[in-house]
């Protein structure tokens, strides 16, 4: 039985996606979930939006360990309107029906603390979804898993069946894109499965 590797990154966030994420490309981490303010400021752009988030939440994370530290946060755009977590069913009913037979853009900033700095990177990627019923609207939303995800639904979920083609990062509409931090990982002399450092 091997041990279990000591952890190289610290990740601002109690999400299992971003840890299955950061475990594909072999990052052995420990969590330091942090709670800052999310509200958009006034003016503020989508992307700068996300980017500040991320970076904000890597430097609250840094503050709990000596470990490299990742941030990163996820906005579901259409029309240039940022769709957050749904306040309930009628909330995630209306946003998926505004999402259903159209475009929108998923953004996903990802920030690393590090003997590097702060770097940080933020990727788009255009998601088309078919029409999508009331009667489907409803049985997502009674599946329990829309309720905590930007925009209602989540991509690798039970909303996959929805999405009729995306053109970008895969891994950045579940939470992180993968090609973008794994070189700000490696800048910060973090090795993945490869060993490679930037």
């Known amino acids: 039985m091997s041990a279990t590797p000591s952890p190289l990154l610290c ?3 109690a999400s299992p996606r971003r840890r299955e994420l950061l475990a594909s490309i072999g990052v052995p981490l420990t969590s ?10 006034p003016g503020e752009s989508a992307e700068a939006y996300v980017t500040r988030l991320a970076r904000e939440k890597a430097l609250a994370g840094a503050r709990l360990s000596s470990l490299p530290t990742l941030g990163s946060d996820t906005a579901v755009v259409l029309d240039g309107a940022i769709l957050g977590k749904p306040e ?4 995630a009913a209306a946003m998926l029906r505004s999402l259903a037979g159209r475009e929108h853009r998923v953004l996903t900033a990802v920030a690393v603390t590090g003997p590097a700095g702060l770097l940080d990177a933020c990727v788009a990627t255009t998601v088309a979804m078919r029409e999508i019923s009331d009667d489907e609207i409803a049985a997502y939303w009674a599946s329990g898993e829309p309720a905590d995800k930007a925009g209602g639904y989540a991509i690798q979920g039970r ?8 053109a970008g990062s895969h891994s950045a509409v579940v ?24």
Not at 32 to 41: N, S
Request: with cysteine.
């Open 11 to 13: 990740l601002a966030s």
């Open 32 to 41: 330091c979930p942090v709670d800052i303010d999310e509200t958009p400021l």
């Open 88 to 91: 309930g069913p009628a909330h």
């Open 159 to 166: 909303a996959a069946v929805f999405v009729e083609h995306i």
């Open 175 to 198: 939470g992180l894109p993968l090609f973008e931090t794994a070189a700000l990982l490696r800048r910060q002399g973090v090795a993945l499965w490869d060993g490679a450092l930037g």
